[in-house]
């Protein structure tokens, strides 16, 4: 026997539970500007090692992993994720202010911005602290943000914060 009601199907799926709204890794794209706002304030924060870039000119694939502030999720202590950040449909990456010859460099990314044709080619580019920037021609806005582990605790403690302009 069951505590299903009467009328309920055997093949339905279950109601939502409030468990099921647990938060989880992440795993979002974007592809329009709109979206890409979401990503970017995802990101923004987020360091990555000049060695953890990598881009496949064949694949057309420009792929960063990147150590986020997960801003998502409200916690006693800031935690940060490191996270996939993906774009697809590149055609040429061009960088200033970055060597990319230094590995170990560490690069803060402020935010993301998509200037072109909705549903066209345009540029992605990439503010980097340090006035830094990765500009990145792309076919069509293809951009993937993707948790690869659990969160941990910020080692700094504590949020980065911008000083007033």
């Known amino acids: 026997m069951t505590d299903a009601p009467p009328d309920a199907r055997p093949d339905a799926r279950p109601d939502a539970r409030f468990e099921d709204a647990a938060p989880g890794a992440l795993r979002l ?5 709109e979206d890409l706002a979401v990503l970017s304030a995802l ?6 090692q000049v060695g953890e870039v990598s881009w496949a000119r064949q694949r057309r694939r420009l792929a960063l992993l990147v150590n986020r502030v997960r801003r998502e999720e409200r916690t006693a202590r800031p935690e940060r ?10 055609t040429a990456v061009r960088a200033q202010g970055v060597d990319p010859q230094d590995r170990d460099t560490v690069l803060s ?6 200037a072109g044709d909705t549903d066209g080619p345009g540029t992605l ?13 792309v076919e069509a806005l293809e951009v993937l943000l993707q948790d690869v582990t659990r ?10 914060r911008h000083p007033e302009d």
Request: no cysteine; glycine share 6%.
């Open 29 to 33: 794209m974007a592809l329009d500007a």
């Open 81 to 90: 994720v490191r996270s996939l950040l993906v774009v697809e449909n590149a």
């Open 151 to 160: 969160p941990y605790r910020a080692v700094s403690g504590r949020l980065p």
């Open 109 to 114: 990314i402020l935010a993301m911005a998509f």
């Open 43 to 48: 990101v923004q924060d987020a360091v990555v």
């Open 125 to 137: 580019t990439l503010t980097l602290a340090g006035d830094g920037l990765v500009e990145v021609a």
